[in-house]
Every structure is written in structure tokens, then in C-alpha cells.
């Protein structure tokens, strides 16, 4: 089977060794994508619902590139640094796929790879 790479062109990318999304097959993996502008910062500081609406549509992107849709996310793996921000998350996660309804698992962690980042999210998505 070939693999596809999908890059965003994210600023750590090319230093960290890793592609935004691998597509082997029917299954597309999608990399931990968080809001980082070009200076590694959050575009969106303080807001975790506004941080995780834009990792879900760079999310989008990258299936989009490699022929999946949000529909054919089958798992989400969340990541956030505060436990109050989890109902905000939990908000928007099933606003995007109340109908998809793929397994899911939100954690809270000591920190992310920058204070401004609050939330960072990976999917797997498969056809059929």
C-alpha cells in the first residue's frame, strides 16, 4: 500500500520529522494539531473553544487532502491542560460528530508544547 503525506506547513513539521496526516490505505492518521500560528504561539490564547475550532478544521483540511471527510473519523484523542475546559470541548466535539459518533478519549495533561496552547487534537479516520 502507498503512503500519502499531508502537510499544513505547520512550524514544527519540518523540525519535528512529521507529516500533519498519513493516509495508508483506507486509514488516515492525523498528527496532534493544535492552533500554532508561525510562531509556534496559539492564534487563539485563553480560548480553548476557539483553539480547538480551528485544530478541527486544520484537521479537516488534512482529510480533506487525503480523500476523507470528518464523516469517516472513527476516533478522536483530545488533549487539553485545564479540566474546566472540558465541557467547552465536549460542546464542540459533538456538534462535529453527534452523527458520526466515533470513540473518543479526552485527557487532561500537565501542559502542551506551549503555555498558549490549551487543547491539541489527532483523529483516525477510515473509510467505509
Given amino acids: 500500500m502507498s503512503r500519502r503525506r499531508v502537510s499544513s506547513g505547520g512550524p514544527f513539521e519540518e523540525s519535528g520529522g512529521y ?5 495508508v490505505g483506507d486509514i488516515c492518521y492525523v498528527s496532534g494539531t ?14 480553548v473553544a476557539a483553539q480547538a ?3 478541527f478544521a486544520i484537521i479537516e483540511g488534512a482529510l480533506l487532502e487525503a480523500g476523507f471527510t ?15 475546559d472540558a465541557d467547552a470541548l465536549d460542546e464542540l466535539h459533538g456538534e462535529l460528530f453527534r ?10 495533561v500537565a501542559g502542551l508544547m506551549r503555555p498558549s496552547m490549551l487543547v491539541e487534537i489527532e483523529v483516525t479516520a477510515q473509510w467505509g
Fill in 99 to 108: 452523527h458520526v459518533r466515533p470513540a473518543a478519549t479526552l485527557v487532561v
Fill in 19 to 23: 507529516s500533519r496526516a498519513i493516509a
Fill in 53 to 55: 475550532r480551528a485544530a
Fill in 70 to 84: 470528518l464523516d469517516d473519523v472513527v476516533r478522536t484523542r483530545m488533549y487539553i491542560t485545564n479540566p474546566a
Fill in 34 to 47: 493544535t492552533d500554532a500560528g508561525p510562531d509556534g504561539e496559539s492564534l487563539h490564547p485563553g480560548d
